[in-house]
T-cell receptor
Framework: GAGVSQSPSNKVTEKGKDVELRCDPI?????LYWYRQSLGQGLEFLIY????????KSGLPSDRFSAERTGGSVSTLTIQRTQQEDSAVYLC??????????????FGPGTRLTVT | DAKTTQPPSMDCAEGRAANLPCNHS???????VYWYRQIHSQGPQYIIH???NNETNEMASLIITEDRKSSTLILPHATLRDTAVYYC???????????FGAGTTVTVRA
């Protein structure tokens, strides 16, 4: 079946521009997560959605970062006024989470963002 | 304050078993041992997890010592496609914030 997909796969942008990164989770997965992974750094949690709500935004590094999810499916991560330190691979994961049923997180291939 | 320690790299011959060690001496009673891997240019992939019993699935086996202070991930018949960074983490089952250390870079050679 289809896995988590992300677009674009690569994005090069100039410092100060806004970017939008898209995630299509696995159909039926209620939970969605955004992470980023920088060269030499580990995996960094950004935000968690359950349905269209984001009960945990604690990992967003600044107010330039925002995310939304619509229809309990597609999510968009927006970075405004990009800075060079925003360069990283942005990963999306989804998970089946209904009541006490918990699945594992399935990751997409990521979007490699380069800010020049 | 890493909760797990893994060797930085290891080589394995194609077709042979790969045994990946992980130390987690400060693991708490309600923490599980999880293994993930990340193939180059792909997102992380869940492999297996366990609490105290040994576990096996279609990808791998997980052997956890009786005192739970260490574990070994076994890839029974390594293939070239198993070349990846393997991450061992400990976490409570409901903790959704995954966080990886440096992991073990496994290179499977023909």
């Amino acid at each position: 079946g289809a896995g988590v997909s992300q677009s674009p796969s690569n994005k090069v942008t100039e410092k100060g521009k806004d970017v939008e990164l898209r995630c299509d989770p696995i159909s039926g997965h209620t939970a969605l997560y955004w992470y980023r992974q920088s060269l030499g750094q580990g995996l960094e949690f950004l935000i968690y959605f359950q349905g269209n709500s984001a009960p945990d935004k604690s990992g967003l590094p600044s107010d330039r970062f925002s995310a939304e999810r619509t229809g309990g499916s597609v999510s968009t991560l927006t970075i405004q006024r990009t800075q060079q330190e925003d360069s990283a691979v942005y990963l999306c994961a989804s998970r089946l989470q209904l009541g006490f049923e918990r699945g594992e997180q399935y990751f997409g291939p990521g979007t490699r963002l380069t800010v020049t | 304050d890493a909760k797990t320690t893994q060797p930085p790299s290891m080589d394995c011959a194609e077709g042979r078993a790969a045994n990946l060690p992980c130390n987690h001496s400060t693991i708490s009673g309600n923490e599980y041992v999880y293994w993930y891997r990340q193939i180059h240019s792909q997102g992380p992939q869940y492999i297996i997890h366990g609490l105290k019993n040994n576990e096996t699935n279609e990808m791998a086996s997980l052997i956890i010592t009786e005192d739970r202070k260490s574990s070994t991930l076994i890839l029974p018949h390594a293939t070239l496609r198993d070349t990846a960074v393997y991450y061992c983490i400990v976490r409570v089952e409901d903790d959704y914030k995954l966080s990886f250390g440096a992991g073990t870079t496994v290179t499977v050679r023909a």
